[in-house]
């Protein structure tokens, strides 16, 4: 009996305001309040009972998350678990129930904890990135992880390392990113192409420290994927099941990928079309649903991979065919646009948050030995205190605190961690996305930045906000009203928050 997997990507940007925590209004989501109260109706919530007619005519009620793999950004699920606990518990639930049903391995896998694009993420900042992202996982599901989602699928050889050395044990890619593989007698390499890669089996892929550690790579059905997510395949399952059935390749299964958005947002009623693939169309031509866990315990992979690692080594990813220049350049890919538009933005936006990073990193390490025994492992570990609000946060600094801090130094310890949390935030994928600096996704990342200058400005530290603009300011907007990214920012940004004093900011023009 062949295998099905399906796995859904679940994510929304963060989209809090920094100051209040609150989402505020987004005019463009109407009739809701926002964007993850819209999409939480047409999907989210949805796929956590379906009701579908069994073959034999009855009615069913699917939980959709019991059936398929699926990842949940974790800052999602944070928004769930406060404004939606019913949806939120069902989530988890569906989990625990796969995990009995699977063998012992639950449908969820851990995603990289703010969606930022990790191979472009400094070293340091992509581990905060995977270790944040698995904490964040044990605290909800209550299990070990046994594998990443990694944002857009970017990954490089770093990334790979990386997970290896965090133990997971299998991660998700697009065809397109596998390079070239070669079986277990070690005979030649065989190079790939999209086309020529099987997604039937999974793939091994060694650490290159040569200790022969390693993790599977699944390669997902693009064909597949494309056509459920962009062509309505699931208005016809019987027809998608067919299809999926005559496209078998030299293995036992077959597993696409796709934005959970997809099962209810960007097609309505992709919920019902789910359930009833799942539950009537693929078992009627003798699929089983599955995971991935379970699948690599029966079979395990043993033909060698390698990846494609992009230009310079930054990268490649599912939605940039580029490598990941989505994120970085004017490469091409966006998301529409007037005649003339270009994402030129997108590399002095990055050079100013870079820019920005370092300035707090640095004025961070600098606490080494007066407010932390090890800044770095302190920021690691401080997950705990966002992921539950009850922690003391007395006990967690007299345990990273070189001696007893007085209640001054307790509030600059704390200070400094909300700034760097906020400066990891600022790399939030949807900032680069989509085609003008002036729009909802980058002005959410530059509140970020804008906390960050707040926050050091609070610790009495110098001002890094004249120097971020003028890097900003060379991000010209397609829209001439807005300006640049610069103006942009004092516009849109800092009066989104509630203290901020106008006189106390030079209001000068920036210029590039």
Not at 440 to 459: D, N
Request: aromatic share 10%.
């Amino acid at each position: 009996m062949p295998y099905l997997i399906v796995h859904g990507h679940f994510y929304q940007p963060l989209r809090e305001n920094p100051w209040t925590s609150n989402v505020d209004p987004e005019l463009d989501a109407a009739p809701f309040h926002d964007w993850n109260e819209r999409i939480h109706d047409e999907c989210y919530a949805p796929n956590t009972a379906v009701r579908i007619q069994a073959a034999n005519g009855s009615e069913l009620i699917v939980n959709n998350y019991a059936n398929i793999s699926f990842d949940f950004g974790p800052t999602l699920l944070s928004w769930l678990e406060r404004q939606h606990p019913a949806t939120y518990s069902s989530i988890i639930a569906a989990d625990a129930e796969s995990s009995t049903r699977f063998n012992g391995h639950g449908n969820a896998i851990a995603q990289a904890y703010n969606h930022a694009i990790l191979p472009l993420c400094n070293e340091r900042d992509r581990v905060t990135q995977i270790r944040w992202g698995l904490a964040d996982f044990r605290y909800r599901f209550r299990r070990e992880p046994e594998s990443m989602w990694l944002p857009e699928t970017a990954c490089n050889d770093d990334v790979l390392d990386s997970l290896i050395d965090h133990g997971l044990r299998f991660v998700i890619l697009a065809p397109q990113q596998a390079r070239r593989i070669r079986d277990s007698n070690k005979a030649s390499w065989q190079e790939l192409t999209e086309s020529t890669v099987d997604t039937s089996i999974p793939y091994r892929r060694y650490h290159r420290d040569g200790s022969r550690k390693s993790l599977a790579i699944f390669f997902y059905d693009r064909d597949i994927a494309h056509a459920i997510a962009f062509a309505k395949a699931l208005s016809s399952t019987e027809l998608l099941a067919e299809r999926m059935a005559g496209g078998m390749g030299s293995g036992e299964m077959v597993n696409v990928a796709t934005d959970g958005e997809s099962y209810g947002h960007h097609h309505k009623f992709g919920d019902l079309g789910l359930a009833h693939l799942l539950e009537t169309a693929a078992p009627a031509r003798g699929f089983r649903a599955s995971n991935y866990g379970e699948y690599l315990d029966r079979h395990p992979a043993a033909v060698e991979v390698e990846i494609v690692n992009g230009p310079a080594g930054e990268g490649s990813s599912w939605s940039c065919i580029h490598g990941v220049g989505r994120w970085t350049s004017d490469c091409g890919c966006h998301t529409g646009g007037g005649a003339g538009w270009n994402q030129a933005w997108r590399k002095p936006l990055r050079e100013a948050l870079d820019f920005l990073r370092d300035e707090a990193a640095a004025a961070f390490a600098a606490t080494r030995g007066e407010l932390f025994i090890d800044p770095w492992a302190a920021r690691d570990e401080s997950i705990k205190l966002i992921l539950d609000q009850f922690e003391s946060r007395e006990l967690f600094l007299s345990c990273h605190a070189p001696r007893q801090l007085n209640r001054e130094q307790e509030l600059s310890a704390l200070a400094f961690l909300e700034m760097q949390r906020n400066a990891l935030l600022m790399f939030t994928s949807c900032g680069w996305f989509f085609n003008d600096i002036g729009g909802l996704e980058p002005i959410q990342i530059l509140k970020y930045a804008c906390r960050v200058i707040e926050l050091m400005r609070e610790l009495k530290l110098p001002s890094p906000r004249q120097r971020f603009l003028e890097i900003l300011a060379k991000a010209k907007s397609n829209q001439p009203e807005f300006g640049n990214g610069a103006d942009i920012y004092r516009r849109f940004v800092e009066p989104t928050n509630p203290s901020f004093d106008r006189t106390r900011e030079t209001l000068a023009p920036v210029t590039a």
